[in-house]
């Protein structure tokens, strides 16, 4: 957007006044905290700007009413990024600093390169620190020059964020659009909360809906006990508002015991789903810690490590690649023996770092980060483990907060696990094949029900009953262990699979011919060589029964197929019911909706 030129000084006295504050450089920033309410910790500010007192362009509205009508609101927003960031760059902090920028700066090309070189070049922050936020004052309508902007920044290294989500005038396709990992919800959502369904059900709507896009909500506005509640019972990741912290000339990196208590961890409701594993990765661990770098000497990590306790390890990076990671404690201990100041200070600070470390990148999945930090040294989880992106320096991430994470998603699974299989239940099963049909990719879906189930509950108890379905529960583990399989338990004797197509139908084979040998343990000798048992039938008359079996329907789940988890198990209902037909341990596959090309109706295999 380009800006008015030539703009007389005395047109209007305000924005007189404007200009001399941005040629007298006098904004002044505010810091306002935004803190995890997961965990209760400080998780970064809010760079907020105020003009001179003395001024009504004191206040934010002014300064942003008055840049518009004289057309230099560009100009201004890249004074408060400058101003804003210049600060936070002289703190030692680890910490995340979000700064607004509105979608029409971001189209200005000089805003862009304001924070892109001013931050990377002069100010020596990194870019994975700061957070953009998108305000939305007016309507929007170049969304491809605004991705393609948003894109730049991102490429940098940048996050994105969408502020006041609900204010704006299109913020939702805005949100589409852009894929931000940040939303920040307006105000008017969360204040009251507690006492107005509509803005509940509006909160639980963009809760769920920022889980399934990847995206982290922000709860703006958060200013009594009873919000705040309410906002931890939903499960909202973080929180800003003058009730967590009022925005101040220099960030208070402290939490008060007060606030502390307040922030006191709240089990998520029980209508909450759990967080997909498929989209659990070390993204959620990052902290974007500035590096050190190779040129810098002993001493001046020895003055860094003092000067930030809560630093454990520190990264050593050469032009955005980790290439080493210096351990607080054995780099204390060294530096802090008789005469090594002397002897070391000055050297370069790779003489002691780690060359054997851990790397990963940020969107390796929490398990299998988990599994490697276990099969690796054990020092990787005091020393932590280095995050990249594209094989760049992202940031690092902690062996507790990997713990804390993995306990986390393995509470949620036992909170919606089966009681009897300890496999997952109806939440996590829709949630993962949602999460799958997201991804684009086919797989296939069977839906395994165990036939004749009831006349064996009648003849051999509600026990032995329970104990076949425990042992079809470990046996379906046991064959479908491998990367890409999923094993769910519906409910009673039903079970669902989601597997990959590679393979599917002689991974699905074995499993039918190790059911059929393992069911033996299950029956009386007589009744193995009878093929069955006489019990009564849902009229009351005795008739006789065929021997426990399982029938397995199929579905190849391809892009475009399904439109959501219910299409899918309505589809593969419908193949179970087929396989039943077949006498025996048997599987049918549905064809007929497959896409992009129309198939024959159906095939079975029996064993």
Not at 53 to 74: E, F, I, K, T, Y
Request: aromatic share 8%; with cysteine; proline share 8%.
């Amino acid at each position: 957007m380009s800006e008015p030129t030539n703009l007389p000084a005395d047109a209007n006295p305000l924005m007189a006044e404007l200009r001399a504050i941005l040629d007298r450089r006098a904004l002044s920033p505010r810091f306002q905290p935004i803190l995890d309410l997961r965990i209760g910790e400080l998780y970064g500010f809010e760079g907020l700007i105020r003009g001179p007192s003395d001024s009504v362009l004191q206040a934010p509205l002014n300064l942003l009413g008055v840049a518009r009508c004289a057309g230099m609101l560009a100009e201004l927003e890249r004074s408060c990024i400058e101003s804003i960031l210049g600060v936070w760059s002289q703190l030692a902090t680890h910490h995340r600093i979000f700064v607004n920028l509105s979608p029409s700066a971001l189209l200005d090309a000089r805003s862009r390169a304001s924070v892109g070189s001013d931050l990377v070049n002069q100010l020596g922050l990194l870019p994975s620190n700061v957070v953009i936020e998108l305000t939305e004052s007016q309507p929007t309508f170049e969304y491809a020059p605004l991705l393609e902007a948003a894109q730049y920044l991102r490429a940098l290294g940048f996050t994105i964020a969408l502020d006041d989500l609900g204010e704006g005038f299109s913020s939702l396709r805005l949100w589409s659009e852009l894929k931000p990992e940040f939303v920040k919800v307006d105000k008017h959502f969360v204040q009251g909360v507690g006492a107005d369904p509509v803005k509940l059900h509006f909160l639980q709507s963009i809760r769920d809906l920022a889980g399934r896009m990847g995206a982290r909500v922000v709860a703006e506005g958060i200013e009594t006990d009873a919000d705040l509640a309410v906002i931890q019972e939903l499960g909202i990741d973080y929180g800003q508002g003058f009730l967590l912290g009022k925005p101040r000339p220099q960030p208070d990196l402290r939490i008060s015991h007060e606030l502390h208590h307040r922030l006191r961890p709240v089990r998520p409701s029980a209508s909450r789903p759990p967080s997909s594993t498929q989209r659990s990765t070390a993204e959620r661990l990052l902290l974007p810690i500035p590096p050190a770098e190779p040129h810098q000497s002993n001493l001046d990590i020895q003055a860094r490590f003092l000067r930030q306790p809560e630093l454990q390890s520190l990264p050593v990076v050469a032009d955005g690649i980790p290439v080493g990671l210096l351990g607080r404690h054995s780099f204390i201990d060294v530096m802090s023996r008789p005469f090594s100041p002397e002897l070391y200070g000055k050297r370069s600070c790779t003489q002691f770092m780690e060359e054997a470390f851990l790397v990963v990148d940020r969107s390796i999945p929490i398990h299998d980060l988990s599994e490697r930090v276990v099969a690796s040294d054990p020092r990787h989880i005091l020393l932590g483990f280095v995050i990249t992106q594209n094989g760049r320096y992202a940031g690092m991430g902690s062996g507790h907060d990997l713990m804390r994470e993995i306990t986390q998603m393995q509470l949620a699974s036992a909170r919606y696990a089966n009681p009897l299989t300890q496999l997952p239940g109806n939440v996590p099963i829709h949630e993962h094949l949602e999460g799958r049909l997201e991804q684009g990719a086919p797989f296939m879906v069977c839906y395994c029900d165990l036939d004749h189930f009831k006349p064996y509950n009648d003849v051999y108890g509600y026990r032995r009953g329970d104990e076949l379905i425990q042992w079809t529960g470990l046996l379906l583990q046991e064959c479908f262990d491998e990367p890409g399989d999923f094993v769910g338990h519906v409910g009673g004797d039903d079970f669902i699979l989601a597997i990959p197509e590679e393979g599917w139908e002689p991974r699905t084979g074995a499993f039918l011919d190790r059911f059929e040998r393992g069911r033996h343990t299950f029956f009386h000798p007589h009744d193995l060589a009878a093929g069955g048992y006489p019990s009564e039938d849902r009229k009351g008359q005795i008739v006789f029964h065929p021997l426990a079996s399982i029938s397995i329907g199929v579905v190849h789940v391809q892009p475009g197929a399904y439109a959501n988890h219910h299409e899918i198990a309505t589809a593969a209902s419908g193949a179970k019911k087929m396989a039943k037909q077949q006498p025996g341990c048997s599987c049918f596959l549905e064809r007929r909706r497959q896409q992009p090309s129309p198939l024959e109706a159906g095939g079975a295999l029996s064993v």
